[in-house]
């Protein structure tokens, strides 16, 4: 008895696999209508998601739309509040590439390690910025020597051109710093004393009304400044300039998909439609590739970061 109902189980099995095999090939029964593929942008917001991904939802559709017009593919948006989020919606392959600026895409691609760069973005028109070191006019400042012991106003822990970008070029010239705003035993006294001012227009007031003896913003910063406080501004130094923002895609993106991806966002700004979608998105102008390459901008990036690597907070360009 047993025998001949393991016979007649075996015989089920081969038949539905038959069935099946039959079915997948189009012979016996109506395929069931295959789902799209999907291509997912990965955008950091911890508020506003549904606008956020709104605003976001041209730009992924129209590059879904090219990667490959024989197919229907998807276009979606993800939203994460934190780098840390992101980072496992990627490594988990729920997002394919996001755009972001230094210190989020450091985050991501090498502390977490789940994706990698791929071009530069223009962003607001932009493909880099440089940190700006500056005093006041007639401060008795007039090199970075003079810096010692004095206090130091960056804009923002988070901020890549406020605070990582020229804290990195002081301290590779020798700099070190001390925390002002809390008691340090062992500071010297040629440190320099830091403070944070959490506001581009509180870090040019400090340093203008002597609260601070010098500070750091960008150079779109200084360009946005009213004309009666850049002429009491004296510029003391200029860092290298660094990308504005980058396209990063995820590690085990299939190759060829990177590749395609790589074509439509490079030659998106070539066409009408494109232009358009680009300018709707955040004023974008293009997409290019690494100044540098993915190796040298990531030895970089790593410079400039590797001290605050643990630092997941929302950063701040």
């Given at each position: 008895m047993n025998r001949r109902t393991n016979k007649f189980s075996a015989l089920l099995v081969i038949a539905a696999f038959v069935c099946g095999f039959t079915a997948a090939n189009g012979a016996a029964q109506p395929l069931e209508r295959a789902k799209p593929q999907t291509v997912t942008l990965g955008?950091?917001?911890?508020?506003?998601?549904?606008?956020?991904?709104?605003?976001?939802?041209?730009?992924?559709?129209?590059?879904?739309?090219k990667l490959d017009p024989q197919s229907e593919i998807e276009g979606k948006v993800v939203i994460a509040p934190t780098p840390f989020q992101l980072a496992k919606l990627i490594e988990q392959k729920k997002v394919d590439f996001y755009m972001d600026s230094p210190y989020p895409t450091y985050l991501i691609n090498d502390a977490h390690g789940v994706a990698r760069l791929?071009?530069?973005?223009?962003?607001?028109?932009?493909?880099?910025?440089?940190?700006?070191?500056?005093?006041?006019?007639?401060?008795?400042?007039?090199?970075?020597?003079?810096?010692?012991g004095k206090v130091f106003v960056f804009e923002h822990p988070e901020s890549t051109s406020g605070h990582f970008l020229p804290r990195s070029f002081l301290s590779h010239k020798g700099f070190k710093f001390t925390d002002k705003s809390r008691f340090d035993p062992y500071a010297a006294p040629t440190d320099i004393g830091y403070l944070f001012a959490y506001s581009q227009v509180k870090l040019v007031d400090w340093v203008l009304g002597k609260k601070a003896a010098a500070g750091a913003f960008s150079d779109?910063?200084?360009?946005?400044?009213?004309?009666?406080?850049?002429?009491?501004?004296?510029?003391?130094?200029?860092?290298?300039?660094?990308?504005?923002?980058?396209?990063?895609?995820?590690?085990?993106?299939?190759?060829?998909?990177?590749?395609?991806?790589?074509?439509?966002?490079?030659?998106?700004?070539?066409?009408?439609?494109?232009?358009?979608?680009?300018?709707?998105?955040?004023?974008?102008?293009?997409?290019?590739?690494?100044?540098?390459?993915?190796?040298?901008?990531r030895r970089r990036l790593a410079e400039i970061f590797q001290p605050s690597e643990k630092k997941l907070a929302r950063p701040r360009e």
């Open positions: 955008v950091i917001a911890e508020t506003n998601r549904a606008q956020i991904a709104q605003h976001y939802s041209d730009f992924v559709r129209y590059v879904a739309s791929l071009l530069r973005r223009w962003k607001g028109g932009m493909a880099e910025y440089r940190s700006l070191i500056f005093t006041r006019r007639n401060s008795g400042m007039n090199r970075l020597e003079d810096l010692r779109d910063d200084f360009a946005r400044l009213e004309a009666n406080k850049r002429s009491d501004i004296v510029i003391l130094a200029r860092t290298q300039p660094l990308p504005r923002h980058f396209i990063s895609v995820r590690k085990d993106f299939a190759p060829a998909l990177v590749e395609r991806l790589e074509n439509v966002l490079l030659a998106m700004h070539e066409n009408d439609q494109g232009r358009q979608i680009l300018k709707k998105t955040d004023d974008t102008t293009k997409f290019d590739r690494l100044p540098e390459g993915e190796a040298g901008l």
